[in-house]
């Protein structure tokens, strides 16, 4: 459990300082693979800390994903969808990597139960 916690707290460090990096992705779906099935209370209460700063990491990401997009736009009159097919300027349309590796996390950490009750984990 204590190497799960610190693998989310290393790879939100790593979208935090580099979010541009492709390594943010690959490693959260390693850890998302090493999920625990079981824990205990104290030590989901460490997963759900440790899990809470993702969504300063998500941030993160979001904020350079819409400069990207605005300065792609600016440049080539299109916007980078999920699929990498452009659309035109002004689309809502962004790509999903911040989103997909946020929702691979979570579904991670919702499989997790604890210790004896067998009672599903929600974040």
């Keep these: 459990i204590s190497d799960f916690k610190t693998g989310i707290e290393n790879v939100t460090a790593m979208a935090l300082s580099d979010p ?31 899990a809470a700063k ?10 350079v994903i819409a400069t990207i997009q605005a300065d792609l736009a600016a ?5 980078a969808q999920a699929t990498g097919a452009p659309t035109t300027a002004g ?14 996390m979570s579904s991670a950490m ?5 210790g004896g009750s067998g009672a599903s984990v929600f974040f």
Excluded at 21 to 49: F, G, H, M, R, Y
Excluded at 54 to 63: F, G, L, M, Y
Excluded at 110 to 114: C, G
Aim: overall charge negative.
């Design 110 to 114: 919702s499989s997790t139960t604890t």
């Design 20 to 50: 541009t990096s492709s390594e943010v992705s690959s490693k959260a779906d390693s850890l998302v693979s090493q999920a625990p099935k079981t824990c205990t209370p104290a030590e989901l209460a460490n997963i759900k800390t440790a």
């Design 54 to 63: 993702i969504s300063e990491a998500v941030t993160a990401i979001d904020k």
């Design 91 to 104: 689309s809502s349309n962004t790509t999903a990597s911040a989103t997909t590796t946020t929702a691979a």
């Design 75 to 79: 440049a080539t009159g299109t916007t």
